[in-house]
């Protein structure tokens, strides 16, 4: 079956600072997604991504699709502290089932 | 409040004894998703509703677990005869009929099954 490895699994940063976490897949992906998940609460959609190459702005959140199909990555500007969470890529070739990363656990230092 | 509301949130049981989890997605949505997820890991689908049909399904959906969603609104993710390996969080997700919009989900805050 498909997997995803994301990177780094954990992170901690200075408030201010940029962060970037990437995917990569052992298969090729039409759609790669990216989601935020607080604790004890359900995945929330960040950015979409389509088309290969594309690159998508949510905010100070910046995605893009890597041009293999296979990869993606997610920049975060000058976080902050609401920031802090766990952070998940999914994608799918062409279903709806998707398949997730095992997530970037991110921690901002004020 | 308008979001993806699961029921109950919590639950503990003993192992071998059934249960049963409620999904109401967001009421224009006609799409209904199952996933799970264990500590450590991202969500893992379970299976797929397009209003009342289900088109697809894990491998992880053993024969222990069924899902319905009879009317095309809300869904059950029942679990007969538990076992402690599926102590989890059950996620639920909708999403609209938006063509080419694939994974686009809205999820619930998922029911956490304790099985001891």
């Known amino acids: 079956g498909q997997q995803l490895n994301q990177s780094p699994q954990s992170m901690f940063i200075q408030e201010g600072e940029d962060v970037s976490m990437n995917c990569t897949s052992s298969?090729?992906?039409?759609?790669w997604l990216w989601y935020k998940q607080d604790p004890g609460e359900g995945p929330v959609l960040l950015i979409a991504?389509?088309?290969?190459?594309e690159l998508t702005s949510n905010g100070r959140l910046t995605a893009q699709f890597g041009i293999t199909r296979k990869d993606s990555f997610l920049n975060i500007s000058a976080s902050i502290p609401s920031d802090v969470g766990i952070y998940f890529c999914?994608?799918?070739?062409?279903?709806?089932?998707?398949?997730f990363g095992k997530g970037t656990k991110l921690s901002v230092i004020p | 409040d308008t979001g993806v509301s699961q029921d109950p949130r919590h639950k503990i049981t003993k192992r071998g004894q059934n249960v049963t989890f409620r999904c109401d997605p967001i009421?224009?949505?006609?799409?209904l998703y199952w996933y799970r997820q264990t500590l450590g890991q991202g969500p893992e689908f379970l299976t797929y509703f397009q209003n009342e049909a289900q088109l697809e399904k894990s491998r992880l959906l053993s024969d222990r677990f069924s899902a319905e969603r009879p009317k095309g609104s809300f869904s059950t993710l029942e679990i007969q005869r538990t076992e402690q390996g599926d102590s989890a969080m059950y996620l639920c997700?909708?999403?609209?009929?938006?063509?080419?919009?694939?994974?686009?989900?809205?999820f619930g805050e998922g029911s956490r099954l304790t099985v001891l």
């Open positions: 009421s224009e949505h006609n799409r």
């Open positions: 991504l389509y088309k290969a190459g």
């Open positions: 997700a909708s999403s609209p009929r938006t063509s080419g919009r694939t994974g686009e989900l809205f």
């Open positions: 999914a994608g799918t070739p062409f279903s709806y089932q998707l398949t």
């Open positions: 298969s090729i992906f039409n759609t």
